[in-house]
């Protein structure tokens, strides 16, 4: 059991200096690595950290030339691949950000390389380190809403912020935002549920945003509204809206659970929990609001509404031996396959049987 994690850190963009952030102030973690191709991305990452730190150019020289223990790796979607491979080969604990890849064919490998490494492999969903989101997951699985018949998420946001080389603009390079965006959301699905996918029908398009962008004469090729049902081996369904003109919205996440005796909200910001026993259609309601409360320091280091340094935390007991992984890579599998059944859905107009997406591996349900 290691006392101080010695962290090294792939990929110092916005993601990668949140990360930075939470490991700040984490107790027992120490950065001593990072390691990014672009100039720019290392300078944000020293200010972040505060201190000198060796840097490297990628990550088969960071783990040949850095003592760490645990590597977390926050490049560009499309690069997950080709940056695990040297990490694979170390004895490192991994913590990659989601998406696990872009492609079906990349996901499969790491979780079968993550299944044969020695060290804790964990797949980045912060989602579910929410302290309000948590919440309402222990509740629906402590029977709170009854026999869970319907989970509706509903994500209304911004636009897809800019990236280095504008590589977020495109489909090739995110596995589109069924798959980039919306791998939380489906990973939650399969959390709250407790069963597997059976098929998934997705209407999307872009429609608002990015319109007007060209990058060497390409016009962007993403997502940025859908509705998406997915239908449940136990019988449940869930839905995903998402909408990311709808800044202005008073909530970015909802999520209702439904069950045969209440429905269960949870709305964030502001982290309130909202239930609604069933009753006499002539009332009166019986609806019972609760806050959740969220650290301050935790919320202060990042975007996820304290997600990031929950999972940390939880992480680092994986690193350390005194808890078990709790995203792993196939969990990360699921959510990518989840997410290509919806792009193919959402392009061809047409429902897409899980089975087509995970063809010989249907193992992994």
């Known amino acids: 059991m290691v006392e101080t994690i010695r962290y090294?850190?792939?990929?110092?963009?916005?993601?990668?200096?949140?990360?930075?952030?939470?490991?700040?102030i984490l107790p027992g973690a120490e950065i001593v690595a990072i390691a990014d191709p672009v100039a720019t991305s290392l300078g944000w990452a020293r200010e972040a950290i505060g201190h000198p730190v060796a840097e490297f150019a990628d990550a088969a020289a960071l783990v040949k030339g850095a003592d760490v223990d645990a590597?977390?790796?926050?490049?560009?979607?499309?690069?997950?691949?080709?940056?695990?491979?040297?990490?694979?080969?170390?004895?490192v604990a991994i913590l990659c950000e989601k998406p696990l890849c872009t492609t079906m064919q990349d996901a499969r490998w790491v979780a079968d390389k993550a299944a044969a490494h020695g060290r804790p492999f964990w797949t980045a969903m912060e989602y579910r380190f929410m302290p309000p989101a948590a919440e309402f997951i222990a509740r629906v699985h402590g029977g709170d809403v009854g026999r869970l018949q319907m989970l509706s998420i509903r994500e209304h946001r911004f636009p897809f912020l800019q990236k280095v080389g504008d590589w977020n603009r495109f489909a090739r390079n995110t596995g589109g935002t069924m798959v980039e965006k919306c791998c939380h959301f489906f990973d939650l699905m399969r959390l709250v549920v407790q069963s597997e996918p059976v098929r998934v029908y997705c209407s999307g398009a872009m429609d608002v945003n990015h319109l007007d962008e060209t990058y060497a004469g390409q016009r962007p090729d993403i997502i940025d509204n859908s509705f998406t049902t997915v239908d449940f081996a136990n019988g449940v369904r869930a839905m995903l809206d998402l909408c990311m003109f709808a800044e202005g919205a008073e909530h970015q996440e909802e999520m209702s659970a439904t069950g045969d005796k209440a429905r269960l909200d949870v709305l964030i910001p502001p982290g309130d929990l909202v239930y609604s026993p069933r009753v006499d259609w002539r009332g009166p309601k019986a609806v019972e609001r609760v806050h959740v409360a969220?650290?301050?320091?935790?919320?202060?280091?990042?975007?996820?509404?304290?997600?990031?340094?929950?999972?940390?935390?939880?992480?680092?007991?994986?690193?350390?031996?005194?808890?078990?992984?709790?995203?792993?890579?196939?969990?990360?599998?699921?959510?990518?396959?989840?997410?290509?059944?919806a792009e193919i859905s959402a392009r061809e107009k047409r429902v897409v049987e899980m089975s087509e997406v995970l063809g010989q591996d249907q193992h992994w349900l």
């Open 294 to 341: 969220v650290d301050e320091t935790a919320l202060k280091a990042g975007s996820h509404h304290g997600s990031t340094f929950y999972q940390h935390e939880a992480f680092a007991r994986a690193v350390r031996g005194q808890g078990a992984v709790i995203v792993s890579a196939h969990d990360g599998l699921m959510a990518v396959a989840i997410g290509t059944a």
């Open 71 to 91: 590597v977390i790796v926050v490049s560009p979607n499309y690069t997950h691949r080709a940056v695990l491979e040297p990490l694979f080969d170390a004895d």
């Open 8 to 24: 090294g850190l792939i990929g110092t963009g916005m993601m990668g200096v949140e990360h930075i952030h939470n490991l700040n």
